[in-house]
């Protein structure tokens, strides 16, 4: 019995989170409550408290089924290094990229967070979640790209923060574009080209290097 009440609690915050994505995606974050949430997810307020504490906890939650999956692809093993980390920091911006066109759930989310997120102050710990978020990425990339010079794949004398700089910018530019405009390019069979072209820079560029 015990077993089957934690599936079913497990099953009600899964519904929770799709239909707060759904509504976040359709009407913006600001214009939806837990109110709203509860009421199209067939609850009551009740449920959605039992699981999250405000609408910031709910929203850090949608956002980490995405996002944290994403972290863990940049990740080093256990012994802090990557066994080819030109490789996995490419296969790993692609995959981003292409599976934001692919996946529903991934570019719903991606969506609400690059269209629909109002920064308000009911959802502060939101935008504190996403300054370490982007911080921790940073720090995973400049790892990647610092363990890449060691291994001879980058060279010596690369700015490793501005290419790390470059590359998010890329990637968010990348997605926000084609979130807002996908009629305007293939996002699929471009992410590759991308970034091929990025690790191009990275190798031949004198405005990336030191100074």
Same mark, same amino acid.
């Given at each position: 019995?015990?077993?089957?009440?934690?599936?079913?609690?497990?099953?009600?915050?899964?519904?929770?989170?799709?239909?707060?994505?759904?509504?976040?995606?359709?009407?913006? *974050?600001?214009?939806?409550?837990? #109110? #709203?949430?509860?009421?199209?997810?067939?609850?009551?307020?009740?449920?959605?408290?039992? #699981?999250?504490?405000?609408?910031?906890?709910?929203?850090?939650?949608?956002?980490?089924?995405? /996002?944290?999956?994403?972290?863990?692809?940049?990740?080093?093993?256990?012994?802090?290094?990557?066994?080819?980390? =030109?490789?996995?920091?490419?296969?790993?911006?692609?995959?981003?990229?292409?599976?934001?066109?692919?996946?529903?759930?991934q %570019? %719903?989310v991606?969506?609400?967070?690059?269209?629909? /997120?109002?920064?308000?102050?009911?959802?502060?710990? *939101?935008?504190?979640?996403?300054?370490?978020?982007?911080?921790?990425?940073?720090?995973?990339?400049?790892?990647?790209?610092?363990?890449?010079i060691?291994?001879?794949?980058?060279?010596?004398? =690369?700015?490793v923060?501005?290419?790390?700089?470059?590359?998010?910018?890329? =990637?968010?530019?990348? &997605?926000?574009?084609? &979130?807002?405009?996908?009629?305007?390019?293939?996002?699929?069979?471009?992410?590759?080209?991308?970034?091929?072209?990025?690790?191009?820079?990275?190798?031949?560029?004198p405005?990336?290097?030191?100074?």
């Amino acid at each position: 019995m015990a077993r089957k009440t934690k599936e079913e609690a497990q099953e009600t915050r899964a519904l929770i989170l799709e239909t707060a994505e759904r509504l976040f995606s359709a009407q913006g *974050v600001a214009r939806t409550s837990l #109110h #709203h949430i509860a009421d199209a997810a067939g609850l009551t307020r009740g449920a959605i408290y039992w #699981h999250f504490k405000n609408k910031s906890d709910l929203f850090n939650a949608m956002a980490d089924r995405i /996002c944290l999956p994403m972290e863990t692809a940049l990740e080093p093993d256990t012994t802090g290094l990557y066994q080819d980390p =030109l490789s996995q920091l490419r296969q790993g911006i692609v995959k981003v990229m292409q599976e934001t066109t692919s996946d529903e759930r991934q %570019r %719903r989310v991606f969506d609400v967070l690059f269209n629909k /997120c109002e920064y308000t102050e009911d959802i502060d710990a *939101v935008l504190q979640r996403r300054h370490a978020a982007m911080k921790d990425g940073a720090a995973r990339v400049q790892g990647l790209l610092r363990q890449a010079i060691e291994r001879g794949q980058m060279p010596g004398t =690369l700015n490793v923060q501005r290419a790390e700089v470059m590359l998010h910018s890329i =990637l968010t530019g990348a &997605l926000g574009l084609w &979130l807002f405009e996908p009629d305007r390019f293939d996002l699929q069979a471009e992410a590759e080209r991308m970034i091929d072209a990025y690790i191009d820079m990275l190798r031949l560029s004198p405005a990336l290097q030191q100074a």
